[in-house]
């Protein structure tokens, strides 16, 4: 039997039917057509003439147009004379006939309209004057007069009287409501939902893409396991967390961890912001709330991801100022929570980086049954990170991923894949087809310290004191006890207003800090102001960033570490979160004690910072030749590296 001719469409494309959905789709030599496009509207290969509503108006009104402006009655030659002039010629007899139009007046010497004018005979016309004694020198000399009506097309009147102004009101119309957010056409949208849905399987990230993270990762393959595979979990009574809250730093990796749950369960991933439900309409967030919750009951299984919870989910203890709108999305959340069935196959997974400030009703069992806690890489989660994001990175030979997670304690996911991005971006600057170690280091610094500034200017008077006062933190730090190795000491100005830095790297991972390795970082960041004042025996302001943070660590030491003499193990203030560091702002009163307590804290603080300045000064004062040879090598060269510094000290002992 002979196979059934297909049908084809204008560009060539044959229709075609998918056997496993019965769905239709174009093809045109083994590749899939788009959407068909507009035809032109003459096909010369083709010989076709395609016709067109919007060519025929564009035809009919050129046509309008010109004849309008452009076709009229042909007159012999016109001269334009003063209107005093126009009715001296009619009293002279010189003119026997005018035509009174609207913008000009015609006169002719010829006393009838149907008398055809002579090759080199002459009109004249003039502009009109509002003047009645015209009709009457007229009559009175016999000349002829006539007015014409000036007739206009009437479709072209329509058009630019009526059609033509409603198109641009309807077109500012449209323009404006769109600007305000669709309001004109879509007013009866507020409550749905801006979930980014996700197809299934279109996620694109997997647990393999996930690293510096094997605990949580652990934690949420459970919640992988149950989608895939609910059957088990049922058959033994087990029920899977119906909410799974993601708490962490920024940039650690709390929303990647949730498109992966999406990518390995293949489902479908509703994802939305917390600040997508808030709207200037009380009970817009709890409609959008249960438009959400309807939509995932309809595409069940599914994963439901709102990323900073803490938008919505604020506590309403603690709130000094009402906020109905949110307080109304915040109930209804925890409405729909407590109404779905976590066997429906609905999870419902949300990302915060502050969860001190969530209300105590949504971490409760049986809405956010489980907290996963994603916290900063370790040495080995850095490494395994560096190698994710430099898989499609071309690396030089040199490169060592180790020694750069070595080099980059503290940092993040999302601050290790910034390095690798500028190290590529600096092997492009440098001209260079692969990336160095090098690069790797320059990227590192950029992130810490800032741009380097090489065309800043800086007279050589700052120069000497700023390489005496990084001397002064470099030598502090060696001679210190615990502190961090130096691995750099620069005087190139980087970053906003930093004329020079000493880096220092740690040999681990720190989770804890004694009381002595607390003072000795007071030590070393003292250790510039002592060195200026011992060489020019006055002091500068390059010192103000490093006197911040040392004051900074002796408040902290006495209010919240309790390792001050009085009040030993006694905390005075509360911490902040340990995601986003201080909750107070500056200016803010966050003092909970007595204004006597503020007092010994202000001395105390003022003490501890003397006695460890004083005890630096005896310092360098014993290393004075050893700060000299450091300071003028680094005038010299302007950097010198761990492995130099290192030279000199063992040279100097």
């Not at 000399?141 to 033509?164: C, D, H, T």
């Not at 609905?346 to 806690?373: H, S, Y």
């Amino acid at each position: 039997m002979a196979e059934e001719e297909k049908e084809k469409r204008d560009d060539g494309c044959e229709k075609q039917e998918d056997g496993t959905s019965g769905k239709h789709f174009w093809k045109k030599d083994d590749k899939e057509c788009g959407p068909k496009s507009h035809q032109p509207l003459f096909d010369f290969n083709r010989g076709q003439f395609r016709f067109s509503i919007w060519f025929f108006i564009a035809s009919l009104m050129a046509i309008m147009l010109f004849n309008s402006l452009y076709v009229r009655d042909k007159l012999p030659t016109e001269q334009l004379i003063e209107y005093s002039e126009f009715k001296r010629k009619i009293t002279n007899d010189e003119i026997r006939q005018v035509h009174l139009a609207e913008n000009f007046y015609y006169g002719s010497p010829y006393a009838s309209k149907d008398e055809a004018p002579g090759e080199n005979q002459v009109l004249y016309k003039t502009v009109p004057v509002d003047d009645p004694s015209l009709i009457k020198l007229m009559d009175e000399k016999g000349v002829s007069y006539y007015a014409v009506r000036q007739n206009s097309p009437v479709i072209l009147g329509f058009i630019l009287n009526w059609l033509f102004p409603f198109a641009i009101l309807f077109l500012i119309w449209r323009v404006l409501f769109k600007k305000m957010g669709n309001m004109g056409s879509s007013v009866m949208q507020f409550g749905k939902n801006k979930a980014l849905i996700v197809a299934e399987g279109n996620t694109g990230i997997t647990f393999e893409d996930v690293a510096g993270a094997d605990e949580a990762k652990e934690e949420l393959l459970e919640v992988v396991d149950f989608l895939k595979l609910p059957k088990k979990y049922l058959d033994i009574g087990g029920k899977i967390p119906k909410g799974v809250l993601l708490i962490g730093a920024p940039g650690t990796g709390k929303t990647l961890l949730a498109r992966a749950v999406a990518g390995e369960g293949h489902v479908p991933f509703f994802r939305m912001s917390g600040a997508d439900f808030v709207e200037m309409f009380v009970g817009v967030g709890a409609a959008r709330v249960r438009d959400l919750f309807k939509q995932a009951r309809e595409k069940a299984p599914c994963i439901i991801f709102i990323d900073e919870l803490d938008a919505i989910g604020k506590s309403r203890i603690t709130s000094v100022s009402g906020n109905d709108e949110r307080e109304q999305t915040l109930n209804q959340l925890l409405v729909e929570m407590d109404g779905f069935d976590s066997t429906n196959g609905i999870i419902l997974l949300a990302a915060t980086n502050r969860p001190e400030v969530l209300d105590p009703a949504l971490l409760r069992p049986g809405r956010f049954d489980r907290q996963v806690l994603v916290d900063k890489p370790d040495l080995h989660g850095r490494e395994a990170i560096l190698k994710i994001h430099s898989k499609e990175v071309k690396l030089g030979e040199d490169v060592d991923l180790h020694s750069v997670a070595k080099a980059t304690p503290g940092f993040v996911g999302a601050d290790l894949a910034n390095v690798v991005n500028e190290a590529a971006l600096l092997a492009v600057r440098e001209g260079r087809k692969v990336v160095t170690q090098n690069d790797f280091f320059e990227a590192i610094e950029k992130a810490v310290a800032g741009l380097k500034k090489k065309n800043k200017l800086i007279s050589q008077k700052e120069r000497k004191i700023v390489a005496y006062h990084e001397t002064g933190h470099a030598l502090t730090a060696a001679f210190t006890g615990g502190s961090d190795p130096v691995q750099k000491i620069s005087i190139v100005p980087r970053g906003i207003g930093a004329l020079g830095y000493t880096l220092q790297t740690p040999t681990e991972d720190r989770y804890l800090m004694t009381q002595e390795e607390l003072l000795g970082k007071i030590d070393v960041l003292l250790g510039g102001r002592a060195a200026e004042k011992i060489i020019f025996d006055s002091v500068s302001t390059g010192a103000a960033n490093d006197l911040t943070r040392a004051s900074d660590i002796a408040q902290k030491m006495i209010t919240e570490y309790g390792m001050s003499e009085k009040f030993y193990n006694v905390v005075l203030s509360k911490r902040g979160t340990p995601f986003l560091g201080e909750v107070s702002q500056p200016g803010q009163l966050s003092r909970e004690y007595s204004e006597f307590t503020q007092q010994y804290v202000d001395e105390e603080v003022a003490r501890i910072i003397g006695s460890r300045y004083n005890g630096v000064l005896s310092l360098l004062t014993s290393k004075l030749n050893l700060l000299e040879t450091v300071s003028k090598k680094l005038l010299d060269q302007e950097t010198i590296e761990e492995h130099e510094f290192r030279n000199i000290l063992s040279e100097a002992l």
